[in-house]
């Protein structure tokens, strides 16, 4: 009787889903055109309501096939899901922290390189552990540091490089992780804008010690909230599994006793004998799991990965045809040697522009056209770091420029070559108005 219940209601769901989606036309100037968004479908809420159905309200076997699944996806030994990218990338910063690691531990005050023409997440971190970020500037057009700029940065004081692959551009990261390996420096990609992207035919979150990812809906794939570290470093996997799971030096899963059959037979730090091992604690940590419910989705996601990837490629190619030889707009470029999996389609004015961004963006945004900054612009300038201790190595012009005179317009799955072409269209006819 339950199971065939389960079956109407899922059933339910599904015809609710292919109702409620129904077949909607682009109107252009009502339709909104998103900067950013997920892509669902009915098997999605299928899956979502059927974990809820088994009241998988933890993390638990949902939780454990998505982490194999997607370290499987990207080529990896162990993924760890967090409740959400900013949480993965705080455990795996932090993991660097660890005492089991010895001496090439990180400690506060050592430095970490990074750009601050980025979403803070990736520099909040290091504040949050003590240390120092090293700003270098970026690239206009690829929106990324290069090896140069992060090679020039390295000091007596630094200990690692932390940096984010610009709307899903890689940087050079080959370049850069051989660079860290010289000087024996953690690499920590942060790729939750890059999840599917290419770099000399490698994936990014693949180069260093440990990668992170989003599954918030803005992003390749979504769990709703929720976020994952990644790592082929069984020693750094399971130093953040700890730190994520409140800081235990026991991996049995909640709920679960005894897995190691040697519960009462730890004897670590200055407890007792026979001190119970699940309630041993190796790590300062937290509890930054996500839940069954989360993971369901992800799964039926990740499954459309290469499919999401290839609508981003071919959008981001189908608006830069569009607006090719536009006056006042630097268009964006990959990388050399990369193919990205876009996040988003930077633009920046040019210096010459005969208008300002703020008349642009209300212009884009009256005709239902959704734009966003290109994150921070520059950290530093920002009121919540202005009295934070950190260091430049060059300047930050290009960060500055892009503070003043960039934005970013999308390319996700959910758009439509009828929008993208309105959205070229737009960006196009303002130019004219204005030159």
Not at 89 to 117: C, F, K, M, W, Y
Request: with cysteine; charged share 25%; glycine share 10%.
């Amino acid at each position: 009787m339950v199971a065939e219940a389960k079956r109407l209601i899922l059933e339910a769901v599904e015809k609710y889903h292919l109702e409620a989606a129904g077949e909607a036309r682009f109107v252009p100037g009502a339709t909104p055109i998103l900067p950013s968004g997920a892509v669902l479908t009915a098997e999605d809420r299928v899956a979502l309501v059927e974990a809820a159905l088994d009241m998988r309200i933890a993390a638990g076997v949902s939780s454990r096939l998505f982490e194999r699944r997607f370290a499987k996806a990207l080529g990896l030994r162990k993924a760890h899901m967090t409740n959400s990218g900013s949480s993965a990338n705080l455990l795996a910063l932090s993991a660097l922290t660890s005492p089991q690691l010895g001496d090439h531990r990180l400690r506060p005050g050592d430095e970490v390189i990074t750009v601050a023409a980025g979403f803070p997440t990736t520099v909040n971190p290091i504040y949050q552990n003590g240390m120092t970020p090293v700003f270098v500037d970026v690239e206009l057009g690829t929106y990324n540091a290069t090896a140069e700029r992060v090679a020039a940065a390295v000091g007596p004081r630094t200990k690692a490089i932390m940096l984010a692959h610009a709307l899903g551009n890689p940087y050079e990261v080959d370049e850069v992780a051989k660079l860290a390996e010289e000087h024996g420096l953690f690499l920590i990609e942060d790729n939750c804008d890059a999840v599917g992207s290419l770099h000399r035919g490698k994936l990014t979150g693949t180069f260093g010690d440990l990668a992170t990812t989003s599954f918030y809906p803005a992003h390749h794939i979504t769990t709703g909230e929720g976020g994952c570290v990644l790592t082929d470093n069984l020693v750094l996997a399971r130093i953040v599994e700890s730190m994520r799971d409140w800081g235990r030096d026991c991996w049995c899963e909640p709920g679960e006793d005894d897995t190691c059959r040697k519960r009462f037979l730890y004897r670590l730090g200055d407890l007792p004998e026979r001190y119970d091992h699940k309630y041993t604690f190796s790590h300062v940590g937290y509890n930054l799991k996500a839940t069954d419910i989360q993971a369901a989705l992800g799964l039926t996601q990740l499954a459309r990965l290469p499919e999401f990837g290839a609508a981003r490629r071919r959008n981001w190619q189908r608006l830069r045809a569009g607006l090719e030889g536009t006056k006042g707009y630097l268009l964006p470029s990959a990388t050399p040697g990369s193919d990205p999996s876009w996040f988003g389609f930077a633009i920046t004015l040019t210096e010459d522009a005969s208008f300002e961004r703020y008349e642009l963006l209300r212009f884009l945004g009256d005709r239902g056209i959704g734009t966003r900054l290109l994150f921070a612009g520059n950290l530093t300038r920002h009121p919540g770091y202005l009295d934070r201790e950190y260091r430049v190595v060059g300047d930050l012009a290009n960060s500055d420029i892009i503070l003043e005179r960039t934005f970013w317009v999308g390319v996700y799955p959910g758009l439509t070559a009828e929008m993208i072409d309105y959205v070229a269209a737009s960006l196009r006819e303002f130019a004219a108005t204005k030159n």
